[in-house]
Structures are given as C-alpha cells and as structure tokens.
C-alpha cells in the first residue's frame, strides 16, 4: 500500500531509518523489546474472533472520541495494527510503529500504514507528531518515566497522549510474565507518572470490570498457587471466545453497559485494565 503523504513527511523528518525496497520505513538498528513477536502472526487470527480485542477497540475509540486528536495518530507498538484499523475505521489517521517483523506484515494486509522499528531506535523531530497511542504497550518498557518524557518531547504543544495498560498489581500472573510485562497499574500512579513526564490527564477509567473475579481465579491465583504454567496459542484463542450460554450472554451485556458509560465521559471504578487521555502542557 502506499504510505499517506503525512506519514511520508514525517518519516522525512525522523533520523535514523530509511525507506526499503518493499516501502516501508525501516529503523537502521533493531534493539531487543520486551515482547513475544513470534506469535504475532497467530495472535493477529485472535484478533479477528477475540471478545476481549473488540472490546479493547471500542472503549480505545470511544476514549478518542471523547479528546480527539488534532492530526495522525501514531500507535507505538501497535503490533499487528488490529488498534490502528479500528481507528481509521472512526475516521481518524492512524499509523502503527511496530519492530516486528510479522506484525508489519498483518499491518499491511490489513492497509494499516507501518514504519517497521522499535520507538527507542529512533529519533523523531521535536514537537512534531500530534497523537500519540500506547495500547498494552507500556508495561513492556523498563523505564516507563523515561519512555513518557521522551514521548512528550516528541508531542506537538497540546498534543494528546493515549495509554491503556493491564491494571492491579494484585492481578499479577504468569501471563504477565510471558507477556513479558514489568508490571501493571493503578489509574492514580499513572496519573503520577503522566503529570511528571508534562502531561494533564484529562480522562481516565478501568474497564473490562466483569473479568477481575475471573481474572483472580482463573490467572492470578493459580499463579500464586505455584500451578499456573505457560499458556500456548491454542488455550489463548479458547479463552478470547466468549462462553456460551449465560455467562457469555452476561460478559456481553457487561461489556455493552461498560461502553455506555465510558462513551458519555463517565469513569468506571475498577477492572483488569485502565486507560487515560492525557494532553501535553510542557
């Protein structure tokens, strides 16, 4: 696919990678991240039949919806695009910077714009990228102080900054660990963290509410328990489909009630994620 002229400009600017033979803009060097991209070939089939990915794009839309952006957004680790997709499906620009080799595949059969690269191997112009987006992104990154001054160098003045994250460190669990996952979060110490890097939050709520008692019994407490082992791709599809019956028809209802309230700028008070919009103020 060809890349939008406004990305094209962009990549202009960025040191430190050149357009290759295929088009896409590729980083000179490829540092090591804290993420299993061999999988992401299978986890972008999840994707497509994933309750819990649909959820994730919705409330994410809804979110930008609520403080949109004024210009591109650029999905930072956007792995195989499904985020960016839905994005531009709303209406809005969006590219995905991801360092994977097969997540810049799905992203261009899925016409996602790409510039295959790990951020840190880059050097973006100052003050120059309008929107910003982490999903499930910054719990990979050791130094997430670091990460987020650097992004808000990297912002247009007043430019907007959208991160979700897992929540609860009370929730830890080996799929944390095989995720590769430094921690989780509370929506006040990331509030914390934001406001020092020069951001105003100007929304935040958890979501997925219904799947924190789940989520405990079923990950973190088998963990703790010592009997939680490594999940493969074949149990991680199983748990992403909705069950049948009942509690499928709850979890449903659960997530559409969710929707509602966050789509009309309302906060949710707990839940096995969070997500903010912050905008930059220095």
Known sequence: MKNPEWLEKWCKEVEGIYK??????????SSEVSFPTDTQSEL???????????HRNNIIADVVALFPPNGPIFDIGGGNGFVARGLIARGYDAM??????????SCTSRDVPVVRAAFQDIVPPKERTSAIGLFDVLEHIENDDAALF???????????????????QSLWSQEDIDGGHFRRYSVSG???????????????TY??????????????????L????????KQTA???????????????????????????????????????????IT
């Not at 290759?20 to 060097?29: A, N, P």
């Not at 990331?190 to 935040?204: D, I, P, Q, S, Y």
């Not at 010592?226 to 791709?233: I, L, Y």
Request: overall charge positive; aromatic content about 12%; some cysteine.
């Open 150 to 168: 650097r992004l808000n160098q990297t912002l247009i003045p007043s430019g907007m900054l959208y991160v979700a994250v897992p929540a609860f």
């Open 190 to 204: 990331l509030r914390e963290k934001l406001n020092r890097a020069g951001f105003e939050v100007e929304f935040e």
């Open 226 to 233: 010592g009997v939680r082992s490594h999940v493969n791709m």
């Open 207 to 224: 979501f997925f509410a219904s799947l924190v008692l789940p989520m405990f019994f079923l990950r973190t407490l088998p963990t703790k």
């Open 96 to 105: 995905v910077i991801e360092p994977g080799h097969l997540g810049t595949i």
């Open 20 to 29: 290759g033979t295929d088009g896409i803009w590729t980083s000179i060097t």
């Open 44 to 54: 972008a089939k999840v994707e497509e039949i994933s309750y819990w990915f649909a």
């Open 238 to 280: 199983a748990e992403h489909s909705l069950p049948k019956g009942p509690i499928g028809h709850w979890l449903s209802r659960s997530f559409e009630k969710e929707q509602q309230l966050i789509s009309g700028g309302r906060s949710v008070s707990y839940g096995t994620s969070c997500i903010v919009a912050a905008r930059k």
